[in-house]
């Protein structure tokens, strides 16, 4: 497991099974049973705090990773890795979570 991974959890209901990203910084996966992540949506609003995925990313169909939607997952509810955000990608999602948290700094990160 390693940060910006995305994998399919089995979620408490509503979310039930899903994908998410993996948010923890990578050296968290080796002693830590919680990881935050981000949930993954097929729900597609055309906001800031959305970063689109699709087949590129290992997607089956267009999807956003939901950064309003960040919660804290167990290592147990990790069932399979599905792919990778690509590195250049990477300040994209650190966009959409200063979006969701209203973090001016990382809203104007590499502009």
Request: aromatic residues 6%.
């Amino acid at each position: 497991m390693r940060q910006y991974q995305i994998w399919w959890a089995d979620l408490p209901k509503p979310a039930g099974r899903r994908p998410v990203l993996l948010l923890s910084r990578d050296d968290a996966y080796g002693v830590l049973n919680k990881f935050v992540a981000a949930e993954i949506t097929a729900t597609i609003r055309n906001i800031p705090i959305e970063v689109p995925l699709g087949p590129t990313e290992g997607m089956p169909k267009p999807c956003v990773v939901n950064c309003d939607n960040l919660r804290t997952i167990s290592k147990a509810d990790l069932a399979t890795q599905i792919s990778k955000i690509p590195d250049h990608r990477v300040i994209e999602v650190k966009r959409a979570i200063g979006y969701a948290l209203g973090w001016e700094e990382l809203i104007e990160a590499d502009r």
